[in-house]
């Protein structure tokens, strides 16, 4: 594939540098680690490849020993962006095979490891960022701040934070002390306070002549300022959402030099606008999803993007995903045990253990990702992990199991995939009959009024919307002169079946007609007048060409069927049909 | 996860170990190696545990090697049947925290590494296999055993035998000698020319106390007697097929001992019948795809039965997927690398190299993985990788890139989702706007006719089959007593689609009465009068709701709709509408 060598930097026991060196190991890429110990989680899984090129035992922030990984290697990169800058644009100019090359460029791990100067590069390059102010570690100078941009607000260590580390929320001045001493002497700025509603990330991927790729926007759910949950993909009533998103982000990691994945966190507010919170210019948490849902991971991109390789697909190739952190508990690894011993059987659920050696609160030890066909079995699938960590209430795992789900309105499910829509309440008796089939096939579903004529603008919100909320097909029921279907079919590209409601008179087939006979060009699925049993029916047919589950299901419906109608028949052969019509009525 | 300590017994340089070690590593599952070198394929990707479980330079026939890996660890697997099983007898009694498993059983090697021993314990278990015989090394036997099987046949080694190696096809008496030379002096046995018309492969679990669990039958497809290629899952007119294999899959596995991935290969003859060909106890090439395909590996099913975990699901997690294998033509690996860089261009695929030290004519060198959401976006996403092919002719890309398929009848594509039929021709020129509709969006389908009434028999075979063949939608037409959407509906789980063609009476009302009031149970979604436009939309809308990308081009067409009307709104702007209207006539 390439002759190349990689030489990755390791951070102390970092399980990025373990998931980079497990995919350079299925294209054979040639790597050497420099990470402390001999048995660090990344030299775990990839031997040294000869003599040679043996890992070097030492630590990221040794100068000498960055020297002596950069004589081996043709390719530089970093698990981790808090390097010494000074030293790699020293060693820069070592030649092997080729010049030696440095990804990200020392240049943009300057930018991103000081959380000032990278927002101050964002701000200058018009990317969104929340207000933002340097500030001294005196009382005086965070005083003058907080008058400037209001309290409350975040101080934040410019350098070294992580996972919330190194940021105190300051609410009122007198706290003013306390944050100083607690983020001790490091240099700190200031940031308006950000009320979000979610928080947002995308994974880009950035080639060495400045393309750039992004993966499927996702929902990062934060416990204890750690990542905890990362669902993928975004939902949102807002239908243009995760489109911005991966453009915003795009955006941002075309302003920075240098080959590989970046990690774009942002905050979505309640109008709708999204800020950049932090970039990370190298694999990141948000991204492990991407090993079993994509078609390519973060970590293979990332090796093809630094070896000037073709990029690959950043698709998503499952309906819906989760990848949830295994933190240390304490100093025993007893409790992440627990969880993964769960995840055996849970279907769909990967486990990843990072071979660390020592477990302690808050340390990262591993992750598992599930994959699932829908939102509502993901969820179902979520659920027992949740329970299984430790101190977990059944409040708590009620709202992360929930996290990342956009309730519709009226009687409904949180993650539903179909939508049963009506004109008027009156037709409820009627469509009620649909919601007992996707009862009886367990699909979640949501069920609620939408009328065209009396409510245009909800009508819009509804269909416009329903993709990006996660639903897959809509069943619309409207007696008379009946819009609401097709409506809603030329607003959306999902597929509406649409249920002729009878009324007092033309006996439905005025409704039938207005649902039916829709102009070229816009579909409506018409089931028989009345008949939302039919309608529900024909919902998980549609569900089950995607879903061998589901198909099967409706297999044994239809052989069901037959075993009710021939049931009958050996009735009607014993009581003879003189009394068989008798007895029926 | 578990404190038991996995031992592989390796062939020498051999994938599968290096497949399972590094399906180890992510549950921490503590493993010892035993194969040849310092360097092999699986202790690259698995750095020892520490000093005491260091892995072992050795061979796999070398009793001492094995006392010495038994004397390590508490569970021994085989990457190879061909062990030695008396030794495994001796080292079974060695105790270390628990007496030494051995999975598969002794038994299980013993009977299966012989294969004539194999099919005798088959055919005495019921499991089908074809006709076959002992024979010795002596002109005299073979020729007696050809008077009781007749020509051709087959002369197989019992032992030591795999990709074709130790098969001679006897067509004629004459070639007795020379049969017998080429096979040496190992002992054989006869088996009756079977005349398959496709190889299937399905993966079985085995947990220790007997329990089986399957992977989806696969079809494979074979290249100088190794396999090339492995299609998932398996495609058939017969709707019964893949879950009859399964059976007699899991069925022959129960009949074993031990635990772990068992690999059943079989023929499947004309008239449906399958026979066993033969059966791996480990990991098995055929079963490579469930890496990036399954919800849970094959290897890690393995580790899972033999440390006694819970089983993980078999289940696809794509809608199709194929296998390439990565096999040596020369000695340079110049010709792999070509096809790997081929790899990185193509959406889907996931390269495998095996890190082997050296490449040989006819040595597996890795595999590529494609995952696609169709059959035919499967196909094309291998056909560049065919192509690279050392020595690949066109027509030979085209028979590969075929293989697996099953064409309908009449006008078709080989991997249709979505069948278009009609109760008569003269129905053509109506339906022929719903396959314009499916070239548009580039959605393969087949077109044909089926009468309900005038070909009851061909309507039945098309609805069962239309699944299992692969087809997601069926959009069906038909005039005046409308039958066929409904009765093809009533047969099928997919969803059906009817358009009511206009007759020359009552202007098409007595259609699509027929086809939209079905009774509740089977529900056909029906379209308006003539607009076969609209179905083909529909079918587009039906599978966009499990393919992200026809759901975006769908998006797409709904704003190219917009925006055609708005340019009419722009002209009649610009004409008036006095000239407008002359210029529309």
Redo the contacts between chains.
């Keep these: ?1 390439t002759d190349k060598v990689v030489g990755i930097l390791g951070v102390c026991g970092g399980q990025l540098g373990r998931m980079l060196a ?1 995919s350079a ?4 890429v040639k790597v050497v680690i420099l990470d402390v110990g001999t ?1 660090a989680p990344a ?5 040294p490849i000869s003599t040679d090129l043996a890992h070097i035992d030492g630590s990221f922030a040794d100068p000498e020993k960055i020297r002596e990984l950069a004589g081996k290697v043709d390719v530089l990169t970093v698990e981790i962006e808090h390097v010494d800058v000074k030293t790699l644009e020293d060693v820069q100019g070592i030649i092997r095979n080729t010049p030696l090359a440095i990804h990200p460029s020392p240049f943009t791990i300057h930018t991103i490891q000081d959380k000032f100067r990278q927002k101050e590069h964002l701000l200058s390059q018009g990317s969104p960022v929340s207000h933002f102010l340097p500030v001294d570690s005196t009382e005086e100078s965070v005083r003058a701040v907080a008058v400037q941009i209001g309290l409350p607000l975040m101080l934040k260590s410019r350098t070294l934070a992580y996972d919330g580390r190194g940021n105190f929320a300051l609410r009122e001045l007198s706290q003013i002390p306390e944050a100083i001493s607690a983020l001790g002497d490091r240099p700190l700025y200031a940031e308006k306070w950000v009320s979000f509603v979610k928080e947002i990330a995308v994974m880009v991927v950035r080639t060495i002549d400045g393309q750039v790729e992004s993966y499927p926007a996702v929902e990062t759910v934060h416990k204890d300022n750690i990542c905890h949950l990362v669902f993928a993909p975004l939902r949102s009533r807002d239908a243009t959402l995760a489109q911005r998103a991966r453009a915003v982000a795009e955006t941002a990691v075309k302003t920075f030099t240098g080959a590989g994945v970046f990690g774009v966190e942002m905050f979505l507010m309640d109008n709708g606008d999204l800020y950049i919170n932090e970039i990370a210019p190298r694999p990141h948490n948000s991204g492990h999803y991407t090993i079993e849902a994509c ?2 991971s973060q970590y293979e991109n990332h090796l ?1 993007a630094i070896l000037n ?2 990029l ?2 950043t ?5 819906s995903t989760v990848m949830l952190n295994l933190i240390g508990y304490s100093s025993s690894v007893e409790e992440i ?1 627990a969880t ?2 769960v995840a ?2 849970v ?7 990072y ?1 660390k050696s020592e477990c302690r609160k808050g340390r990262k030890m591993g992750h598992i990702t599930v ?1 699932a066909d829908s939102d509502a079995q993901l969820r179902a699938r979520l659920r027992p992990l949740l329970q299984s960590l430790p101190g977990s209430s059944a409040d708590e795992v009620d709202r992360y199991a929930q996290a990342a789900t956009t309730p519709g309105s009226g009687y409904s499910d949180p993650q539903p995939l179909v939508g049963i829509i009506m004109g008027s309440d009156s037709d409820l008796p009627v469509m009620l009959a649909a919601a007992r089939i996707l009862d009886r096939f367990r699909i979640p579903y949501e069920l609620t009024i939408v009328s065209a004529h009396r409510t245009p603008d909800r009508l819009v919100e509804y269909a416009r919307s329903a ?1 990006t909320r996660g639903l ?2 809509i069943i619309a029921g409207a007696g008379g002169a009946a819009h609401l279907p097709g409506m809603v079919a ?1 607003m959306t ?5 649409g249920v002729p409601v009878k009324g007092s008179t033309l006996d439905g087939v005025d409704s ?1 007609h207005s649902i ?14 009345n ?1 939302s ?3 529900g ?2 919902a998980v ?9 589901l ?2 299901a ?2 044994e ?2 052989k069901s ?1 037959e075993g009710e109608v021939m049931g009958k028949v050996q009735t009607l052969e014993q009581v003879g049909w003189e009394k068989y019509e008798v007895k029926r009525t």
Tied chains: 1, 2.
């Design positions: 594939m497990a190991s299925l294209l054979n048995s030299k775990q899984v990839l031997a078609e390519t093809r390789l073709p690959g697909s698709a998503l190739k499952v309906p045990t993964t011993r055996l059987t279907p769909g659920a990967s486990t990843h253990l071979g994959v993709s897959r097909t030329a590209a999902l597929p509406v079946i039938l039916v006979q829709m102009p070229r060009g816009i579909p409506v699925a018409t089931v028989a007048i008949n049993t039919n309608a029916l024909l047919r549609i569900l089950g060409a995607g879903i061998p589950s198909f099967n409706m297999d419906y239809l069927l």
